[in-house]
């Protein structure tokens, strides 16, 4: 049976994703990505899309209209604004899935356009890095058709585990995880650069291992400090709606906006 998948976001998990889901039989995957029309990067995510077996659609509208299911896959601070576009180009039979790292009321705002057009909206929560594991990445999803399109897609090598009916739930899990992932990351920033600048990394290290011995603390620290420098905005994005959700909750998020800014300009430092 045919199934028409369409990601409106060509990034990293745009990439992926597509590229292993359109290699499945029956699948046929359409890809658009707002940098399409950028002079400089389009021609070359569109032969990206090309050689990857994807149709690079040419607007928003007829990227949604040929799909069964449509995955927004895009930035956080796009993610209201993407739904509210895609909204008018989707129908009752379709599914609208969100999958960006939001706050739960920011996948509900999402989600109050997508109704608007009688389709169906599910939330995904990506809980881990999915480069190496691609569409077997674990995933947690709600919404009232998440068992039926997480069964859908199971099927196809996705590893999608429905926690609730409702909205929110699956957000709110993958944001609290990311307080601490996130947190330790941006640590391992200013632990680095203060330790190194002070020529005291070796101590503290075996400080750190002292205290905790299951711990590779040197490696921890390389590889956290590598990918805040490659995803640190992206992360950053993610981190401020960490903060909106705990002030949401009537919590203090200033913390988690910390973390959020320290991202930021540790990756944009050697940007400039």
Request: aromatic share 4%; charged share 20%.
């Amino acid at each position: 049976m045919s199934l028409g998948i369409a990601f409106i976001g060509y990034g990293e998990v745009g990439q992926l994703f597509a590229r292993q889901l359109a290699a499945k039989p029956g699948v046929r995957i359409g890809v658009y990505d707002i940098l399409f029309g950028d002079p400089e990067t389009g021609p070359l995510l569109r032969e990206q899309a090309r050689e990857a077996g994807v149709h690079a659609a040419s607007d928003l509208g007829n990227l949604c209209r040929e799909a069964d299911i449509v995955i927004s896959a895009v930035t956080a601070d796009s993610a209201v604004a993407v739904a509210s576009q895609a909204a008018p180009h989707i129908h009752s039979s379709q599914i609208y899935i969100d999958l960006n790292s939001v706050s739960p009321a920011t996948k509900e705002r999402a989600a109050e356009h997508i109704r608007q057009s009688g389709a169906g909206f599910v939330e995904f929560a990506v809980m881990a890095p999915v480069r190496d594991p691609g569409i077997e990445v674990p995933i947690l999803s709600g919404g009232q058709a998440a068992e039926a399109v997480s069964t859908r897609l199971n099927e196809l090598g996705m590893k999608i585990t429905p926690v609730s009916t409702g909205i929110g739930t699956a957000s709110a899990t993958k944001l609290c995880r990311s307080i601490v992932i996130k947190g330790m990351e941006a640590l391992m920033v200013d632990f680095t650069l203060a330790s190194e600048k002070a020529g005291v990394m070796p101590a503290v290290l075996a400080s750190l291992k002292a205290s905790y011995p299951g711990m590779d603390w040197e490696n921890v620290a390389k590889v956290m400090m590598s990918r805040v420098k490659q995803h640190g905005i992206r992360r950053a994005a993610e981190m401020r709606e960490a903060s909106r959700m705990i002030d949401e909750f009537g919590l203090d998020g200033s913390l988690a906006k910390a973390i959020a800014d320290r991202h930021e300009s540790f990756a944009k430092a050697d940007r400039t």
